[in-house]
């Protein structure tokens, strides 16, 4: 019985602590997608052809001591082009378009270096990404290039936050370490996933 008690007294003190609910949005420093350059022998080329935003919303639960744990879920989209030459006595080339929704998920915990309604801050922590909707004009059944549709990273960063009453605005650079690739050319490595991934993000919260 005691244990029960504790329990719901620790959710109650979780839960009675300040929500911050917002939008994130934010601009990707680096491809998410990258190809190596040229023509290989074998007439195969890889175009990437990646959205240059991200958005998605955010919760954030504040705690004492200028220490919070943030939640996102962030959307961006992710595409590439691949073309083949084709050999006699095939003629022309051909080329397939690939496309896919790229969901994040970062659980960070974040410390406001100095109090006051300007607070520089850093944060670190896990990140979750899942690649849904994978769509292309091959004629395959399957997606070679498709190599895991969910991989996990470490992900770190630092900004400024601007407190006006409730509301919050929190420019940000964040990065991010894939420990696994999504998307990688099987045959002759022309395409990969950015491994490092660099994003600046802009938080605005109530």
């Given at each position: 019985?005691?244990?029960?008690?504790?329990?719901?007294?620790?959710?109650?003190?979780?839960?009675?602590?300040?929500?911050?609910?917002?939008?994130?949005?934010?601009?990707?420093?680096?491809?998410?997608?990258?190809?190596?350059?040229?023509?290989?022998?074998?007439?195969?080329?890889?175009?990437?052809?990646?959205?240059?935003?991200?958005?998605?919303?955010?919760?954030?639960?504040?705690?004492?001591?200028?220490?919070?744990?943030?939640?996102?879920?962030?959307?961006?989209r992710v595409?590439f082009q691949?073309?083949?030459?084709?050999?006699?006595?095939?003629?022309?080339?051909?080329?397939?378009?690939?496309?896919?929704?790229?969901?994040?998920?970062?659980?960070?915990?974040?410390?406001?270096?100095?109090?006051?309604?300007?607070?520089?801050?850093?944060?670190?922590?896990?990140?979750?990404?899942?690649?849904?909707?994978?769509?292309?004009?091959?004629?395959?059944?399957?997606?070679?290039?498709?190599?895991?549709?969910?991989?996990?990273?470490?992900?770190?960063?630092?900004?400024?936050?601007?407190?006006?009453?409730?509301?919050?605005?929190?420019?940000?650079?964040?990065?991010?370490?894939?420990?696994?690739?999504?998307?990688?050319?099987?045959?002759?490595?022309?395409?990969?996933?950015?491994?490092?991934?660099?994003?600046?993000?802009?938080?605005?919260?109530?």
């Open positions: 019985m005691r244990i029960f008690v504790l329990l719901g007294l620790t959710s109650y003190c979780v839960f009675a602590q300040p929500v911050s609910i917002g939008v994130k949005g934010g601009l990707p420093i680096n491809d998410a997608l990258e190809t190596a350059q040229g023509l290989n022998p074998f007439g195969s080329v890889y175009l990437v052809n990646n959205h240059r935003y991200l958005v998605g919303g955010t919760i954030q639960f504040n705690f004492p001591g200028r220490f919070s744990i943030e939640v996102d879920g962030l959307y961006r595409g691949h073309s083949v030459t084709n050999t006699p006595p095939a003629i022309g080339t051909t080329v397939t378009s690939t496309t896919a929704n790229s969901w994040e998920f970062p659980v960070l915990g974040k410390f406001a270096i100095l109090p006051g309604h300007v607070r520089p801050f850093v944060d670190a922590g896990a990140n979750f990404r899942r690649i849904s909707n994978v769509t292309t004009t091959s004629i395959l059944t399957t997606i070679p290039e498709l190599d895991k549709d969910f991989a996990a990273g470490f992900t770190f960063g630092g900004g400024i936050e601007f407190k006006f009453e409730r509301l919050r605005v929190s420019p940000e650079i964040r990065f991010t370490h894939w420990g696994t690739e999504n998307f990688h050319d099987p045959v002759n490595s022309l395409l990969h996933t950015n491994q490092n991934q660099g994003d600046f993000m802009l938080g605005i919260t109530f």
